[in-house]
């Protein structure tokens, strides 16, 4: 294979060109890191993975993303990892997804706040946008919760 890059796998090669991947997504799909690659920065962005029963278990497997760290930044490492898992996630709360993803640190809570915040909590005070009843712009039905769940019963599409 590659073999100029003695040190350089060409999963990490792909990683620093086209961003935050997927294991499908790597050239050598189903391969595991190397030695190499973790001390070349190639790590695992898996929210809720971490101490069991967190608050997005339920989800099933959320599929991981690879990146290199000090190389992407946390907004499309968390970018990336949201629009893959976009169907599994829409069941929690902007708040659940949130706390899991500022385990993975400061740079990742601030990206997170940015995406989901600021956070609001149901029953202290202000109605949380994704609680409230809408009504859709495309066939006019009233629904509650995130328009993202509507989408598939939408009949104005
Ligand atoms: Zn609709």
Redesign the pocket.
């Known amino acids: 294979m590659a073999t100029n890059g003695r040190q350089r796998s060409t999963n990490w090669k792909a990683l620093m060109d086209r961003g935050p991947l997927t294991p499908n997504e790597l050239p050598n799909r189903g391969t595991r890191r190397s030695y190499k690659d973790r001390m070349n920065g190639m790590c695992v962005f898996n929210p809720g993975s971490r101490n069991g029963g967190s608050s997005l278990s339920g989800t099933g497997q959320t599929t991981i993303v690879y990146y290199i760290t000090d190389h992407h930044e946390p907004e499309e490492i968390l970018d990336k990892w949201y629009s893959v898992n976009k169907d599994k996630l829409e069941d929690f709360s902007e708040k659940a997804i949130h706390y899991r993803v500022s385990e993975y640190g400061k740079k990742f809570r601030e990206a997170s706040y940015e995406k989901f915040g600021p956070i609001s909590t149901p029953g202290c005070g202000g109605a949380n946008k994704d609680y409230r009843d809408q009504k ?1 712009k ?2 006019g ?1 009233v629904f509650t919760g995130q328009f993202a769940k ?1 989408l598939p019963k ?3 599409r």
Request: glycine share 12%; aromatic share 0%; charged share 25%.
């Open positions: 859709c495309k066939c039905e509507h939408c009949s104005g």
